[in-house]
T-cell receptor
């Protein structure tokens, strides 16, 4: 089944404790992206990647890191989480051609205490 | 940067009624306008999209209209059903490039009462 898989679904952590949210897609998509969803603010892009070893900042990149060492994986890293990073996170992917349909994962609800 | 404004933030309708959600955008170069539906506990899913060379597109009970002059586009759902209850997001591709990012609206919580 074609899908984007995120782990974990739920995560509670404390300020300053490094964490990684994994994302994997099995559709051979070139483009991958991370979004955060906050009430009243919609979906805001954190980082995106056009292909392996190519990443760039989105609208809200502060406090986040990403890497794209393999085509299928695009982990999101919070080196020193803070409470304002409490949010619902989504990974998404799509092909690199004119089709701009995004396929989203099921989300990761992160709480930073 | 690009700004997409979505209204209303919440919408409550009776089953069988129509629902309309409207979005306005700022970048005149935008040429792709998708709508995503997010059900509880799931990620958003594309339900319909429209490109700037088309004024209207329909798919069964849902339709999207685009007014490029006024820079707004709308989602129309007819004969609403309880399973239409979800959060709906509009978006555009600021800059008009096929590889560019999507800028999303704030979302609309649609509730369809049986």
């Amino acid at each position: 089944e074609a899908q984007v898989t995120q782990n974990p679904r739920y995560l509670i952590t404390v300020t300053g404790k490094k964490l990684t949210v994994t994302c994997s897609q099995n559709m051979n998509h070139e483009y991958m992206s991370w979004y955060r969803q906050d009430p009243g603010l919609g979906l805001r892009q954190i980082y995106y990647s056009m292909n392996v070893e190519v990443t760039d900042k989105g609208d809200v990149p502060e406090g986040y890191k990403v890497s794209r060492k393999e085509k299928r994986n695009f982990p999101l890293i919070l080196e020193s989480p803070s409470p304002n990073q409490t949010s619902l996170y989504f990974c998404a992917s799509r092909t690199g051609d004119a089709s701009q349909k995004l396929f989203f994962g099921s989300g990761t609800q992160l709480s930073v205490l | 940067g690009e700004n997409v404004e979505q209204h209303p933030s919440t919408l409550s309708v009776q089953e069988g009624d129509s629902a309309v959600i409207k979005c306005t955008y700022s970048d005149s170069a935008s040429n792709y306008f998708p709508w995503y539906k997010q059900e509880l506990g799931k990620g958003p899913q594309l339900i319909i999209d429209i490109r700037s060379n088309v004024g209207e597109k329909k798919d069964q009970r849902i339709a999207v209209t685009l007014n490029k002059t006024a820079k707004h586009f709308s989602l129309h759902i007819t004969e609403t059903q309880p399973e239409d209850s979800a959060v709906y997001f509009c978006a555009d591709n600021a800059g008009g490039t096929s590889y560019g990012k999507l800028t999303f609206g704030q979302g609309t919580i649609l509730t369809v009462h049986p």
